[in-house]
């Protein structure tokens, strides 16, 4: 008798694991294609980083809009298979907040987290669960933001808060007493 | 060769250039996808009392035998507490214990020379068995993968992708060899 999972085929699953395989390859920066890595995001829990940003001028807060909602949100990504927390930290604070090949010599990256939650969203069909770790980094006053181009509203839009914007995406509500912390 | 990367709770999180797969728990069995795009998500439950800390048995041929810490891997959707709670009951049938309420370690794994490859985020819990729990190693023998032992102290051949955990082993043994310490 055929070894099945639910009905289906032992060989099936092997067939389709080979499919996904073979649709597996990365980019350069590590990603995998939109879908396979949606599908992935289905069936097993992302590790992701956010980094919160602060400085004399306030909390440098992004604009976003997809999936997880519309409004302000702390930087982050998701870590790629292979790397580590503190690299992916490093590749998101160079393409979302430095964007060009600019050098800040005085700012210090973190060593290690200082916190980690856990996301679970059962009613969202893909990326219903997060394992996220919080870093901080400390920015000096003369930070400069180089929003490159974009405008309010436009998808990565970076800008200083002094208090804790209302409309703060809902997933990083879990933030908030972070935020206000680094506020005060 | 390890290397070593500062992590959370202070402690060191490791990579590991290793052996060809994970012995124990078939991640390809419980989890139907090719493990080359994902980070697996495992706790590991670091189970004492007055007779010790309980280790089990790990017969492996691509990694070396070895005692190893009973683990899990999350599920999609799963707290890690809840994996917790499910480990120990599936494992041990141990449903009274007293849990940390939060990791007291985290490290990375990274398996970079093997095929499959493999890449781990592992959540060390603290967990305090009642005294009367009393292991069952059913028909297994010492030397059979999952046996189950008590340990005072550390024990030498612990396998290498738990070597880390090694200064968590001493501090509950620590604990656990203060005189008069009931659980």
Redesign the interface.
């Known amino acids: 008798m055929k070894k099945t999972?639910k009905g289906i085929e032992n060989k099936s699953?092997k067939n389709a694991?080979s499919v996904?395989?073979r649709a597996?390859f990365r980019n350069n920066d590590n990603d995998?294609p939109i879908d396979?890595f949606n599908y992935?995001s289905?069936?097993?829990?992302?590790?992701n980083v956010d980094i919160l940003i602060y400085g004399r001028n306030g909390v440098l807060l992004s604009w976003r809009d997809d999936i997880h909602g519309t409004g302000w949100h702390i930087p982050g990504g998701i870590?790629r298979?292979?790397e580590?927390?503190?690299y992916r930290v490093r590749k998101t604070f160079d393409n979302e907040i430095l964007f060009s090949n600019s050098e800040c010599p005085d700012i210090k990256l973190p060593?290690?987290?200082?916190s980690?939650t856990?996301g679970?969203?059962?009613g969202q069909k893909i990326r219903?669960?997060f394992?996220s770790?919080l870093f901080d980094i400390i920015v000096p006053s003369d930070f400069y933001i180089n929003n490159s181009g974009k405008r309010p509203k436009d998808k990565g839009y970076l800008k200083w808060f002094k208090t804790c914007p209302k409309n703060l995406i809902k997933v990083h509500h879990v933030y908030i007493k972070d935020i206000l912390r680094v506020l005060v | 060769m390890w290397k070593t990367i500062k992590s959370m709770f202070g402690c060191d999180t490791t990579m590991k250039k290793t052996p060809k797969e994970i012995k124990g728990e078939s991640i390809a069995d419980t989890i139907p996808i090719n493990n080359n795009n994902t980070i697996f998500i495992v706790v590991e439950t670091l189970i004492y009392n007055q007779n010790g800390v309980l280790l089990s048995w790990a017969k492996g041929e691509a990694l070396n035998s070895g005692w190893k810490i009973p683990s899990g891997i999350v599920r999609y959707q799963e707290s890690l507490r809840d994996r917790v709670q499910k480990t120990l009951l599936e494992k041990f049938l141990l449903l009274d214990f007293e849990c940390s309420g939060q990791p007291t370690a985290m490290h990375e794994l990274m398996f970079r020379t093997s095929k499959p490859q493999a890449h781990f985020l592992t959540f060390l819990f603290d967990v305090i068995a009642p005294k009367d729990f009393k292991i069952n190693n059913f028909d297994k023998n010492p030397g059979d993968d999952n046996y189950l032992q008590w340990f005072k102290e550390c024990p030498k051949n612990l396998i290498e992708c738990n070597t880390h955990y090694i200064k968590d082993i001493n501090r509950v043994l620590s604990i656990v060899n203060q005189q008069g310490w009931m659980g």
């Open positions: 999972i699953i694991i996904l395989d597996g995998l396979t992935i289905r069936i097993t829990p992302m590790v870590v298979y292979q580590t927390l503190l060593d290690k987290p200082i980690f856990e679970v969203h059962p219903g669960h394992i770790f």
